[in-house]
């Protein structure tokens, strides 16, 4: 077998586990105006873990915000640029400090703004096996559906305004991937059938 030091290494940081700015939150709550002060709150589980105050100046926003060392406020200035859009109008982005990348969502290190580049961040959808792949998928559809996610409720009627075909690809999916998810299920447990028995 394996000696010291072997096995499975730890994999990146997941992006959901740091407090971020999201320039699109900030732009649907038409806090982009010059000279607009906001504040985002960071929850983890419902439980506070702290806010940053977001100032909004000529072609850049302002966050300040308590970093980790309970002593040390920190102070960031960080740069705004715009794209055209196709059919008028422009979109905002923010210039990552670190790597000058343009970017919709900046996170929140013990001492500075940077990009997921620049943290070396990956998603949770990444490293996720078979299993949790399925249930995840199965919960969406079933919110959109109006259910909850526990799977020994029956998937709801259909929700009033939604289109009977769409309800109908919708239900289909969750039906599918709740069949694939039991087959797995099924499978695994029959796995540790054998094992016990030989």
Known sequence: MGGYGSGRRPGKKKQ???????????????ALADG?????????????????????????????????????????????????????????????????????????????????????LTYSSRNEGEFDLLLRRIWKVRRKLGTTANLTVPIAPRPKGMHHTTYDQLWWKAITNQQKLFKLMEENIQKIHNRIIS
Not at 16 to 30: A, E, M, S
């Open 36 to 120: 607009c002060v906001s504040v985002l709150q960071w929850f983890r589980k419902s439980r506070y873990i702290g806010e940053v105050q977001v100032t909004v100046a000529e072609d850049q926003i302002i966050l300040e915000y308590q970093a980790q060392i309970p002593t040390q406020h920190i102070t960031q200035s960080v740069n705004l640029t715009y794209t055209p859009c196709y059919f008028g109008g422009v979109r905002p982005w923010m210039l990552c400090p670190g790597c000058h990348r343009r970017v919709l969502i900046l996170y929140a290190g013990s001492t500075c703004f940077r990009c997921r580049h620049c943290f070396k």
């Open 16 to 30: 959901d586990i740091l407090p971020y700015v999201d320039l699109r939150l900030l732009r649907r709550k038409g």
